[in-house]
């Protein structure tokens, strides 16, 4: 199984996410970082594991107020030799990556219609969005028509985010059952090592986790046994 790390960034700090209320997240300092300064974050999470992707959501961008470009950007610079999925809810981004996998861009439900989707090729990842367990954000026409979708998708529950209650399991089952033909990254809730046996146990391959490696419900120690069973 594929752990990936989290990043939010807004106004140039990573912040502590929280069921989906981004105007209120404030710079984080954790157990695992104290700092909100991105780079150190990135650094903080290669200290537990050798992650070879990370996640960013540039929070400004997605909110339509400003954007984080110039931080992703030296990112890239920084850390060559990781590939960054990054949602920024635009489909050009000024973003200037080292190399061409570098990159991957991450298209969320929240941001693009079916009519937009289907004028695109479909090198991206998918993010289909739920403010709550039943709340889809976005036309709902996205979340039922795997002809419009990559390979890839995202199982997003916001309101998930941070509360440290376990992942959606019930969303989760419904769209590995129903669409066996996609690779689904289940986000959202995370809490420690028996959530991701669990999620493992039900077929998912990548998961998105940003608290339980903050608070270090989850260590070395953990993600070598999941990363190897």
Not at 31 to 42: F, T, Y
Not at 212 to 225: D, G, R, V, Y
Request: proline share 5%; hydrophobic share 40%; net charge neutral.
């Amino acid at each position: 199984m594929k752990i990936i790390p989290v990043i939010d960034i807004k106004s140039g700090h990573a912040v502590l996410a929280k069921q989906g209320q981004r105007k209120n997240y404030q710079p984080l300092s954790t157990k695992l970082c104290a700092s909100s300064e991105p780079i150190a974050v990135i650094e903080a999470y290669l200290n537990i594991w050798d992650f070879k992707t990370i996640y960013i959501a540039d929070l400004d961008s997605l909110m339509g107020t400003e954007n984080n470009t110039a931080c992703i950007n030296s990112i890239f610079r920084t850390f060559p030799d990781i590939n960054f999925m990054i949602d920024c809810g635009v489909i050009k981004p000024n973003y200037q990556p080292l190399r061409k996998t570098q990159y991957i861009p991450i298209l969320g439900t929240e941001s693009f219609d079916k009519d937009m989707l289907a004028t695109l090729n479909k090198n991206y990842i998918l993010s289909l969005d739920f403010s709550t367990d039943k709340l889809e954000m976005g036309s709902p026409s996205l979340y039922n028509n795997p002809e419009l979708w990559p390979k890839n998708l995202i199982i997003m529950t916001l309101a998930l985010v941070g509360k440290n209650c376990g992942a959606d399991l019930h969303k989760i089952k419904h769209y590995l059952h129903h669409y066996p033909n996609h690779n689904f990254i289940a986000a959202g809730g995370i809490r420690d090592l028996n959530d991701l046996i669990q999620l493992k146990n039900l077929g998912i391959q990548q998961a998105l986790v940003a608290t339980a490696l903050h608070n270090k419900q989850l260590q070395k120690s953990n993600l070598e046994q999941i990363t190897n069973c």
